[in-house]
């Protein structure tokens, strides 16, 4: 939450309340029994306060923690960051598991998403996505694996909620079928499922 035209001052307040995100994400990666590793993106204007918060928090969850200082450095700030990727991959196993089985109903896969990755307590269908959904098995798409499209400013499915919420309701307003790639999409909220620009490109900003 902290002001974008405050980014070049120390804000521990805001780590503070907005870190329990990237707690979250640290949990939600341990669910797929892989190696998991925190970087720390490095920008000039952050403080060694800021930057000493962040990786005593990550560790706190008993997983690796490097600095990247390519926006300073370029790739020559990086290297730190690749030697310990290698380290890691070199010194741990992966035992990956998806997080549910495809065998599970449409219904149940987008919400064991919602509740396991995202915190959700419930998740509500439109009429539209209840509709598509019933046609997704009549068509024999039910052992598909789900993609989820939603804000990624979020863990809910509205972009102003920060921090980690707890508890919230997901709406998913329709689901498609990706027949090529072999998914079902869920389309949670209001998304853009294009890229979208903003109306200036960074490089007005520089002199």
Known sequence: GMPVDELSNEGLEYLEKGIANLGKHIENMK??????????????AD???EVEYIRNYAAGF?????????YELGSEGTVDLANKVVELLDTTTSNYHPLYSTDLSIEEKIETICKEIYGAGEVVYLDEAKENIAK??????????VCIAKTPASLTDDAKVLGCPKDFTITIRDIKINSG???????AGSIMTLPGLGRHSRYESYE
């Open 31 to 44: 669910k797929y029994g892989v190696p998991t590793m925190v970087c720390i993106n490095k920008y000039t």
């Open 47 to 49: 403080t060694d306060a």
């Open 62 to 70: 008993g997983v690796e923690v490097e600095i990247s200082r390519a």
């Open 136 to 145: 997704a098995k009549e068509y024999g798409y039910t052992n598909t694996p």
């Open 181 to 187: 790639s072999g998914f079902i999409v869920a389309y």
